[in-house]
């Protein structure tokens, strides 16, 4: 599903060029859930933005489904994007002019679903969040948590195979967090959608399939026994 090949993002600073990704290969397979674990400054956003194509990398390739959308035109990837991705953010990125229905209208109205079918849509996933009386609401008067749950609905709305969700429970405290990542897996678990947090979380880490973490600009694979065993992917 997402596979990246000798990818590398270099940033400059002055005269010099520092890596933050060199050369990292990995493969996330259909259906998978991995957390993308590793310390601050590690490169897990950035390597987050260059699988969704929000940026783009100083050389290698992402490949999503086969296609490699580092070799599309900015238009393209945009529109790529837009079909293929769902995204989650830290801090839930609502639109706080729209109400939690229209919200979640958008992504529906982007990828040009028919009117009627949508608002079935959006009824369904309110639904699903637990959230069907609050359709009429504005973010700011919901919960950090309700707002969660809405920014995962409107991630999911257009039925996007791969969601990229990066640090959703860091604005949460640890119950809330807990719940929201239990809901995250609910709807996707058995959907085969792909899934990508980036969490600091040993919540996220002992939930997923598979950890991948960002150790000196490489993917290494986390596998799970007495601790973690280190198992580089890319060597
Ligand atoms: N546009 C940019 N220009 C220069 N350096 C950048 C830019 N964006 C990110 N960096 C640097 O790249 C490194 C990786 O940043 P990134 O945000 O990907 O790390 P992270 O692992 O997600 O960190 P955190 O867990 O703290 O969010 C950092 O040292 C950061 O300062």
């Known amino acids: 599903m997402v596979e990246m090949r000798a990818l590398t993002k270099r940033y400059e600073e002055g005269t010099e060029a520092r890596s933050v990704i060199e050369r990292a290969d990995a493969e996330i397979h259909r259906g998978e859930f991995v957390a993308l674990a590793g310390p601050s ?4 956003t ?3 933005n260059l699988i969704s194509g929000i940026d783009t990398p100083t050389s290698g390739d992402v490949l999503i489904d ?3 959308i580092t070799k599309l035109s900015e238009k393209d990837r945009t529109l790529f994007r837009r079909k293929n991705i769902g995204f989650v953010f830290q801090f839930f990125n609502l639109i706080p002019t729209l109400s939690v229905k229209e919200n979640l209208l958008l992504p529906l109205q982007l990828n040009s679903f028919p009117s009627a079918e949508s608002d079935d849509r959006v009824m369904y ?3 699903r969040i637990g959230m069907g009386d609050r359709i009429d609401s504005y973010p700011d008067r919901l919960s950090g948590g309700e707002k969660q749950r809405v920014a995962i609905a409107r991630a999911l709305a257009h039925n996007p195979p791969l969601i990229l969700a990066d640090e959703p429970t860091g604005n949460l405290d640890a119950d809330t967090g807990r719940a929201i990542l239990s809901l995250l897996k609910s ?3 058995g959907s085969g959608k792909t899934m990508v947090i980036v969490s600091h979380s040993d919540v996220v880490a002992g939930m997923a399939d598979r950890v991948l973490a960002m150790e000196d600009g490489k993917l290494v694979e986390r596998i799970r026994g ?3 065993v280190n198992n ?3 060597s």
């Open 125 to 127: 996933l309110l639904e």
């Open 187 to 189: 709807l996707i678990d």
């Open 46 to 48: 950035t390597l987050l």
């Open 232 to 234: 580089r992917l890319d």
């Open 66 to 68: 086969s296609v490699p």
């Open 41 to 44: 400054g590690s490169g897990k």
């Open 226 to 228: 007495d601790g973690y």
